[in-house]
Nanobody, 122 residues
Framework: VQLQASGGGLVQTGGSLRLSCAASGFTSEYRTIGWFRQAPGKEREGVLCISSSDDSTYYADSVKGRFTISKDNARNTVYLQMNSLKPEDTAIYYC????????????????WGQGTQVTVSS
């Protein structure tokens, strides 16, 4: 099981980015995929999740109305669309998944990708 996060970069306040989480070794369509982030000096926090049944759950209230999550099953990839970015969104973003199939978003995550840096300038 491997997860490859990409798509990060430097963007101005109010801009957009789309992060990708490419899965290999398993079918992402049938597993819960979560996005997390860790800002410098802060603990890792959950951002958004999509379950095996394609239900999305926001872990962070601060991104509601700005971030969305989606799956591209043909590409075995999950996307995090981030709009109206703010400096406080600056962090390393990670995607993660579970060992088990058919789970919802209230789970312990078992596999983690390496992270992609998002920097939002003011």
């Amino acid at each position: 099981v491997q997860l490859q996060a990409s798509g990060g970069g430097l963007v101005q306040t109010g801009g957009s980015l789309r992060l990708s989480c490419a899965a290999s070794g398993f079918t992402s369509e049938y597993r819960t995929i979560g996005w997390f982030r860790q800002a410098p000096g802060k603990e890792r926090e959950g951002v958004l999740c999509i379950s095996s049944s394609d239900d999305s759950t926001y872990y962070a209230d601060s991104v509601k109305g700005r971030f969305t999550i989606s799956k591209d099953n043909a590409r075995n990839t999950v996307y995090l669309q981030m709009n109206s970015l703010k400096p406080e969104d600056t962090a390393i973003y990670y995607c993660a998944t579970t060992v088990r199939y058919g789970m919802d978003c209230y789970v312990e995550y078992d596999y983690w990708g390496q992270g992609t840096q998002v920097t939002v300038s003011s």
